[in-house]
């Protein structure tokens, strides 16, 4: 329908012009005439002035009285028209071709209309030509997806796939429970989480990846083939990772440069637990056996000897010390067969000092309930098998604790030449050295035909290594050595990009990292998240509640559907009854729901580093503010409205609700009034709004914030 009231602005304006025009025409023309006339001539013209000016008002009344109607009669059904037809010619191109334009205005423009709709046919004639001809070249690339997927879900670790900036481009389901493990504090706002686009910096120590990156790419330069790199790493204080690192080269023709790299992580946190209380049971279990039958073996050799009992019971007393010789060697041959185990040798790994002793520390206060100060000298690497270390110290405090009671540890770690020393030092009586030796010797560690370089008995070093240790000198502390990595060349690599996307989002391989000035980016470029929530009534300030919030990603042009935020939220309130039969969220599906305090958090997370984008975003926006003090979150996310938007790139049209938008870009409305439902219908608008506002010259964030602010809806508050 056409904006008649623009278009009577428009004419009034023309008419004015107009109108304006001619008077100043027939004053120019009045004056020249009175300037050629004689006196006579301008004595009887001046007789005749009521009557001239009469006639020319008249006159120029009603031409301007035609030329308004005439005027009018163009803007209405040329003009008016052309200019609409303008607008929905350009939403067929780019964004819905299946809309046709409605005929109005004159035949002319009727003619014009009927062509472009022939047109709109022929192009989505071309259009399902040109689908089919992609589909068939495609059919190959979805067999080699689906086999990709197969193989990620087989993988038995976790796998996590980022470009050259650390963005998360793939990750498989074991990876998503791994960073989702309910053995982690979900309530850390700091953690981030998993998501495709989102850094792989939220959710790992970034460190060890460019220490990784650094080393791989000088295992390149040196021409090593496929090098990898092994290291532990902690997340959130108490789950501990091994990982694996291997890089994506940019092509294979330049085998040197990097465009990604490949995680793979193993959750080691149980195994180092029970490992830990394993040995430490086995250990005691050990020295108490050995302390108790010695003890019994002794005794029966004094029976054995005493003349008084010799004849009478030397057959009880050879049983006992036969049996409890059995028993010891029994003891001896599993203790024997655990060192085997301990001593096998195995791969080192890289390790940040500050990540060991952590790790030692968790161990240390779980299995003694120690206090544990420490010294460390932070970023420095060990190229260790930690499971070893970590043992070996837990050994060395399991012997300590059945001798000494112990009321704290100090810990130091630093490095000394070309090794790293980690001195412990204990708060209690002093043990002699003789006896610190005779541990190194126990077989728990140390009586495996195999010994590697880890073992416990080459790691414990004196205090001076050139000084020989006196049996009877006392101690209060020892010292472990272990090999430090050798440093690497902080180079970067070049970044290039990659030309063959894979699967989901590898063509990101080809962006850099997002800027930090978001409103300078490309609308095309940006991640979103698109969210919506459902309340218990349209006033935020008069105490109405979320009662659920919804969000979907958008990354890289593309809606990840299976990436989405999804939760009810206990308002702790009544919900009206005009409210439930929009929405249909009743009291009793919400009872057992968390509220808006513990949801917020999670969605600050999700929705950190993206534009946030709603369907007139004021309403929901003002729900958030509102619970900005309760809940200790400010959501300073750049906003885009899909309402405001739709005003910016279609001005002609009346309505900018979400059903006429959707049929304007013929998109279709599933899951209504439910808050995933509309995210995800909001997400598809934006998607068909962006080539709109690009092809109208809008192209970046800021420009698309200008414009959304100079419609009139941008006036609507909450």
């Keep these: 329908m056409i904006d008649l009231k623009d278009t009577r602005k428009k004419h009034w304006i023309f008419f004015g012009l107009t109108g304006l025009g001619a008077v100043a025409v027939i004053m120019l023309i009045g004056y020249l005439f009175w300037s050629d006339m004689s006196e006579e001539e301008k004595a009887m013209t001046l007789q005749l002035h009521d009557r001239f000016v009469i006639y020319t008002a008249v006159a120029l009344g009603i031409m301007l009285l035609i030329s308004s109607q005439f005027i009018l009669y163009i803007f209405r059904n040329y003009i008016a028209p052309i200019e609409k037809l303008i607008e929905e010619t350009r939403l067929i191109t780019v964004a819905n071709a299946k809309y046709r334009i409605k005929p109005e205005g004159a035949t002319e423009t009727h003619d014009l209309t009927a062509v472009i709709n022939e047109l709109a046919d022929s192009y989505i004639t071309l259009k399902t030509d040109v689908r089919n001809i992609v589909k068939q070249s495609q059919a190959g690339f979805d067999v080699e997806k689906k086999r990709l997927e197969t193989l990620m879900s087989q993988i038995p670790e976790g796998v996590v796939v980022c470009n050259y900036d650390g963005r998360i481009l793939l990750f498989n389901h074991q990876a998503h429970k791994l960073f989702s493990s309910d053995d982690v504090d979900d309530e850390n706002t700091d953690a981030g989480m998993l998501g495709l686009g989102r850094s792989i910096f939220g959710i790992c120590n970034r460190n060890p990846i460019i220490h990784a990156l650094n080393f791989l790419q000088n295992r390149l330069n040196e021409g090593q083939n496929n090098p990898t790199f092994n290291f532990i790493t902690i997340r959130k204080g108490t789950q501990f990772l091994r990982v694996n690192m291997a890089v994506v080269l940019a092509s294979e023709e330049d085998d040197a440069v990097v465009s990604g790299y490949v995680l793979t992580f193993s959750d080691i946190t149980h195994e180092i637990i029970s490992s830990s209380q394993r040995d430490i049971f086995l250990q005691s279990l050990t020295i108490g056996l050995q302390s108790g039958l010695g003890q019994i073996a002794g005794a029966a050799k004094t029976l054995a000897n005493n003349p008084k009992l010799k004849g009478e019971f030397s057959s009880e007393t050879d049983t006992i010390k036969m049996n409890v010789d059995g028993i010891l060697a029994q003891i001896d041959q599993i203790a024997v067969q655990h060192a085997n185990r301990l001593d096998e040798p195995k791969d080192t790994e890289f390790i940040l000092s500050n990540e060991l002793i952590q790790m030692l520390v968790e161990d240390i206060r779980k299995q003694f309930n120690i206090d544990v100060r420490i010294d460390i000298e932070e970023g420095l690497w060990l190229q260790i098998a930690s499971y070893t270390i970590i043992r070996g110290v837990m050994y060395f405090l399991g012997q300590l604790t059945n001798h000494v009671d112990i009321g704290a540890v100090d810990l130091a770690l630093h490095k000394q030449d070309d090794n790293a020393v980690l001195k412990l030092v204990w708060e209690g009586r002093p043990i002699q050295i003789k006896t610190i030796l005779e541990w190194k010797q126990c077989p728990l560690m140390t009586q495996a035909k195999k010994k590697d370089q880890y073992s416990f008995s080459s790691l414990l070093i004196g205090e001076d290594e050139n000084t020989e240790l006196q049996l009877d000198d006392m101690a209060t502390s020892v010292r472990f050595q272990m090999p430090v990595q050798k440093p690497e060349s902080n180079r970067s690599a070049e970044h290039v990009k990659n030309s063959r996307p894979v699967y989901y989002e590898l063509d990101l391989f080809s962006h850099e990292s997002q800027s930090t000035d978001l409103d300078d980016m490309l609308l095309s470029e940006l991640s979103y998240v698109v969210f919506d929530t459902e309340t218990t009534g349209l006033d935020p300030s008069g105490g109405d509640e979320i009662i659920s919030i919804a969000g979907v ?67 929901d926006m003002r729900f958030l503010q509102i619970k900005e003090e309760q809940t200790g979150v400010r959501f300073t996310n750049p906003v885009l409205d899909t309402l405001l938007l739709s005003a910016v790139c279609h001005p002609k049209q009346e309505l900018h609700n979400m059903e006429d938008i959707s049929e304007r870009l013929g998109i279709e409305l599933v899951g209504r009034h439910t808050a995933l439902g509309d995210s995800i219908v909001t997400a598809e608008i934006l998607l068909k709004l962006i080539p709109i506002l690009e092809a109208k010259g809008i192209k970046t964030l800021r420009q698309a914030r200008e414009e959304s602010m100079k419609t009139s809806y941008a006036r609507i508050s909450f």
């Design 553 to 619: 990603r958008i990354i890289n042009g593309k809606l990840h559907s299976e990436d989405t935020f999804d939760q009810l939220v206990n308002p702790k309130r009544n919900i009206p009854l005009v409210s439930l039969k929009i929405h249909e969220i009743y009291p009793e599906m919400l009872a057992d729901k968390p509220t808006i305090d513990k949801i917020l958090p999670r969605f600050y997370r999700y929705a950190e580093n993206s534009v946030l984008v709603a369907h007139n975003a004021s309403f």
